[in-house]
């Protein structure tokens, strides 16, 4: 793997070197852009808007717009507006997990000591185990602000990008039912169906299925095959037939 990130994690007044590494993959199938016509493929292309020619990356730069005008900005410009997050993850506090609401989890990442830091890099991981808490901290990755939180996974050290408070859209244009009156004998049933159904999480019986029903259905195509088409039409439960469908469920 390749570091994407590194730096230092800031605990109290002690600097954990560390570098970042992406701790997920894609598990969708890689399909192409064509053109139906004659099957090749699409390709992107970055364009002056004015001329219509194809610029090359080497001269292409970043602008923000201002009182009508673009005013370019250079890595330095990027380097210079907080330089102590670019090289640091400060931990400003440290908070019990469950506390975070799962709408604010992002992206996870690995975290792996760099020389020198391995004894300052467990000790850190291990008192986040023994105290049951996570660190919160920002930096700078990419040349945006990122919130994280820190904690420990097994023998390492995991970081989460969490989304500011701005990134998440008010609920209120949603039209979510509230006064909906649930029967006693209803809500008994529903929560003996949990119950029935309830197991310890183990994220290892679930797989991508759909990519290996697509690859199947690729593959006979590829041998001249026509997929057959399943069609299926989900019937909503009405709410006059609540209570049956749930004994039929439990039976």
Same mark, same amino acid.
């Given at each position: 793997?390749?570091?994407?990130?590194?730096?230092?994690?800031?605990?109290?007044?002690?600097?954990?070197?560390?570098?970042?590494?992406?701790?997920?993959?894609?598990?969708?199938?890689?399909?192409?852009?064509?053109?139906?016509?004659?099957?090749?493929?699409?390709?992107?292309?970055?364009?002056?808007?004015?001329?219509?020619?194809?610029?090359?990356?080497?001269?292409?730069?970043?602008?923000?717009? %201002? !009182?009508?005008?673009?005013?370019?900005? &250079?890595?330095? #410009?990027?380097? $210079?507006?907080?330089?102590?997050?670019?090289?640091? =993850?400060?931990?400003?506090?440290?908070?019990?997990?469950?506390?975070?609401?799962?709408?604010?989890?992002?992206?996870?990442?690995?975290?792996?000591?760099?020389?020198?830091?391995?004894?300052?890099?467990?000790?850190?991981?291990?008192?986040?185990?023994?105290?049951?808490?996570?660190?919160?901290?920002?930096?700078?990755?990419?040349?945006?602000?990122?919130?994280?939180?820190?904690?420990?996974?097994?023998?390492?050290?995991? %970081? !989460?990008?969490?989304?500011?408070?701005? &990134?998440?859209? #008010?609920?209120? $244009?949603?039209?979510?039912?509230?006064?909906?009156? =649930?029967?006693?004998?209803?809500?008994?049933?529903?929560?003996?169906?949990?119950?029935?159904?309830?197991?310890?999480?183990?994220?290892?019986?679930?797989?991508?299925?759909?990519?290996?029903?697509?690859?199947?259905?690729?593959?006979?195509?590829?041998?001249?095959?026509?997929?057959?088409?399943?069609?299926?039409?989900?019937?909503?439960?009405?709410?006059?037939?609540?209570?049956?469908?749930?004994?039929?469920?439990?039976?």
């Amino acid at each position: 793997m390749r570091a994407i990130w590194t730096g230092a994690i800031g605990f109290g007044l002690v600097n954990i070197p560390i570098k970042i590494y992406s701790a997920t993959q894609s598990s969708q199938l890689d399909l192409d852009m064509l053109d139906r016509k004659d099957q090749a493929n699409i390709r992107y292309k970055r364009v002056n808007e004015n001329t219509g020619k194809e610029v090359a990356w080497d001269n292409i730069v970043k602008g923000y717009m %201002l !009182n009508d005008r673009y005013v370019i900005l &250079e890595e330095a #410009d990027f380097e $210079e507006a907080m330089p102590e997050k670019n090289k640091m =993850i400060n931990l400003q506090s440290f908070v019990s997990i469950q506390d975070i609401d799962s709408i604010f989890f992002d992206t996870p990442y690995y975290l792996q000591p760099q020389k020198g830091g391995e004894k300052a890099y467990q000790l850190l991981r291990r008192a986040l185990a023994k105290s049951k808490t996570a660190g919160l901290g920002t930096f700078v990755m990419r040349n945006v602000e990122q919130l994280a939180v820190i904690k420990p996974h097994d023998d390492m050290i995991l %970081l !989460n990008k969490l989304r500011f408070q701005e &990134e998440i859209r #008010d609920p209120a $244009e949603l039209n979510i039912p509230s006064g909906a009156r =649930i029967k006693k004998e209803e809500m008994d049933m529903a929560l003996q169906l949990i119950k029935m159904h309830s197991k310890p999480f183990d994220i290892s019986n679930f797989e991508n299925k759909y990519s290996k029903e697509l690859l199947k259905i690729i593959k006979q195509k590829g041998k001249g095959k026509r997929a057959s088409i399943r069609k299926l039409k989900v019937e909503n439960t009405k709410s006059t037939e609540l209570l049956e469908k749930l004994k039929a469920s439990l039976a």
